[in-house]
């Protein structure tokens, strides 16, 4: 075995473990090659300086491969990999960080309209609303400003009604490479939804796409989320 064979999956482990995003294979390998190269003038890791994207992807699959048994994993995300803590272990790696400060949470209610958005992209508001048989204004404001549901676009029916999608940082908080790695996600994609009565003719404000921060969501704590969110849920007259 090569020296740059031993020596990758460690220096991928380490950019990874200092990353606060994920990495792509692309970049991780030029920046291994800028390293390299700016020490090449000691005469060391000249074995390094033209590492490719196929050897990152290999260095990663080794490193999955040690890591095994631990409490840490890789994870293939839609933006390249990042280490993450795995599941069972997700209690225990968030005590150090527990505060009084209540956290930033989707309600149940945020969670279900997402799940809609996830399986049946890209879809209306007033679809999203004969499924769920509920308004959902209030809630896909709040799912566009936490990051993980965009405007796609319109659709090409009468009135022209926005379209919703998730995001790359949808995938990456829920671990997913693509779309399609949602359970069950090509069987619920064939399931007949409900149609709407009356076309969206975005008699409503318009969501608007914007830059919005990437706030850290839980799905496991839905039920906690605050009182206002709760309050732009609301039921419809056949609930």
Known sequence: MSEMQTQLP???ESLLF??????EAEEMAKL?????????GDGDNVSLSKVTPEEIDQAVEALQQRLEGTAVMVQNVSKGYRMATRPEYEFWAALPYETNTKPSRLSQ??????AVIAYRQPIS????EAVRGVAVGGVLETLVDRGVARVAGRADVPGRPLLYETTPYFLEHFGLKEVEDLPNSAELKRVPLPQPEDPDT???QELIETDAPETQLTEKSASADNENEEEKDEPSENT
Do not use: F, Y
């Open 32 to 40: 291994i090659t800028k390293g390299a190269n700016a020490a090449a």
């Open 10 to 12: 460690e220096i991928v």
């Open 202 to 204: 975005d008699s409503q």
């Open 18 to 23: 200092t990353a606060n995003r994920a990495l």
């Open 125 to 128: 508001r007033a679809e999203i």
């Open 109 to 114: 209610p945020a969670l279900e309209t997402l």
